[in-house]
Structures are given as structure tokens and as C-alpha cells.
């Protein structure tokens, strides 16, 4: 290979490790701008930047791991851009939307929300390709601070926003934080199996929470982080009870250590 073709290859693989990182800071840039929109009292824009960041935050690990440019300072710009679009952001949103009445109590419950997420961002990076891909260890910040952006967004849209109470969202805010550094297990969709066993039936039901999303976007927005939110703690308790009934069942474990597959 000429030093010619070597300059370009070198060159092509500089500008690859460059595209993730720009739509990392687009993820930054929409967590900027919610703060500044939250500041000026514009919610119903900040939630929408989150909502945004959120997008580019998913779009830069696709490219990343599709082009196969991943890299540590890939990993560590990411986080540092997403303790700013799903850590501070949200903080400064929840606090100046619903928290400010409660003085101390509120803005201490939005630094919380920031801490916990900075402890599962640190968390994550220390267990990156430790553990299995196939669901995370805590809720992840990104729908964290998704959640606190579809609230906004759904009262919003609604005019609800006057109606609701400080102590709900600080309430919510705790219950976030204690799932962000918990060690429950959240789904990552990751499963390549996934979309090979989609059926009709699936599709024609994806079909219509698309349609749903896009004649209601605030409802349906809303639903699916109550639902995904909600996930992690039923899952984690559905399994424990399956645990205990095997364990005081006592044909059931039986039947589980003469079957071939516990042989």
C-alpha cells in the first residue's frame, strides 16, 4: 500500500471517528438550550430539547458501534454530555417548573436527581463491557431525565401545569433517583432476536402506537415512560416471587433438577 493510500485511509477513519462525536454534541447543544429555555421560563421547549438530546444520544451510540469507532474518548465525551442534557437540564427544569415553591426542599431534590445520575453515568463507564448488553443495571439516566420531560410536556399540553402539587414531582424525583442507583434491571432492547421474531401481530400493534404517538404525542409520550419506568421495579419483583415459589415448592425444584436442561 502507498503512502498515498495510507493518507487516505487514515484520513477517512478520522472523519468516521468525527461523526459520532458531532451528534454527541448535539445532544449537549439541546441540553444547553433546555437549560437557557427552562431559565426563561419556557418549559414546554426545554422538555422538548431533552426530548431531542435523548434522540442524538441513541443516534451517536448507533453510529458508533455500526461504523465500529468507538473509542474511550468517545465514551467519556458521551457521559460528560449526558450528565449536562440528562442531569442538570432536568434538575433546573423540575426545580424553576414545579419545585421552587419548596425553597430548599426543591432545589435539594433536584441536586439529588443530578448526583444519582452522575453516580450511574460513573457506574456504567467502570461496568462497560463487563456485563451483558442485554439490559441495564439501574434505570438509565437518558430515560430518567425522559420521564421528567414527557411530565413536563403532558401537563403542559394539557394546561395541568397549575393544578399539579410540588410535593407529586418531589416525590417523583426521589423515586427516579433511588431507580437510577439501584441495582433493578431495566430492558435494553438490544436483543438482536428482538426483530427476527416480530410476528404480524406485533407489527400491526407497533403500527398503531405510532399512529397513536403522532395524533397525541404529550399522552403517548407520557404512558410509555410511566410504563418503562415502571418496568424495572414489576420485573424485579416477578422474579423475585418466581424465586421464593421454587424454593419453598419443593416438587417444582424436584422437576427442575431432573429435567435435561439442569442435568
Not at 487514515?10 to 433546555?34: A, E, H, M, Q
Request: include cysteine; charge should be positive.
Amino acid at each position: 500500500m502507498t503512502r498515498k493510500h495510507t493518507f487516505e485511509k487514515d484520513k477517512f477513519r478520522r472523519g468516521i471517528y468525527v461523526l459520532p462525536n458531532i451528534f454527541t454534541t448535539l445532544n449537549l447543544f439541546c441540553g444547553f438550550y433546555s437549560i437557557i429555555a427552562s431559565i426563561e421560563g419556557k418549559f414546554f421547549s426545554g422538555a422538548v430539547g431533552i426530548v431531542i438530546a435523548g434522540i442524538f444520544d441513541w443516534l451517536d451510540g448507533k453510529i458508533a458501534r455500526a461504523t465500529n469507532t468507538t473509542s474511550k474518548f468517545g465514551v467519556e465525551y458521551d457521559s460528560l454530555s449526558d450528565l449536562v442534557s440528562f442531569g442538570i437540564a432536568p434538575g433546573v427544569m423540575m426545580y424553576l417548573w414545579a419545585l421552587k415553591p419548596l425553597g430548599r426542599i426543591g432545589w435539594l431534590a433536584a441536586f439529588l436527581f443530578m448526583a444519582c445520575g452522575a453516580l450511574r453515568l460513573a457506574r456504567f463507564n467502570t461496568q462497560f463491557g463487563r456485563i451483558s448488553s442485554d439490559y441495564f443495571i439501574g434505570l438509565p439516566i437518558p430515560a430518567a431525565a425522559g420521564m421528567n420531560a414527557v411530565t413536563v410536556l403532558f401537563f403542559q399540553s394539557l394546561n395541568l401545569s397549575a393544578g399539579i402539587h410540588p410535593i407529586i414531582v418531589l416525590l417523583m424525583l426521589y423515586f427516579l433517583s433511588f431507580l437510577m442507583v439501584s441495582t433493578i434491571r431495566y430492558n435494553s432492547f438490544k436483543k438482536p432476536e428482538l426483530l427476527k421474531k416480530m410476528n404480524f401481530n406485533v407489527l400491526v400493534a407497533v403500527i398503531l402506537i405510532l399512529i397513536f404517538i403522532a395524533a397525541q404525542p404529550s399522552v403517548a409520550l407520557f404512558l410509555i415512560g410511566v410504563t418503562y419506568v415502571v418496568s424495572g421495579p414489576f420485573s424485579f419483583i416477578w422474579r423475585y416471587r418466581k424465586h421464593r415459589l421454587q424454593k419453598t415448592d419443593p416438587a417444582k425444584e424436584e422437576e427442575h433438577l431432573a429435567s435435561p436442561i439442569s442435568r
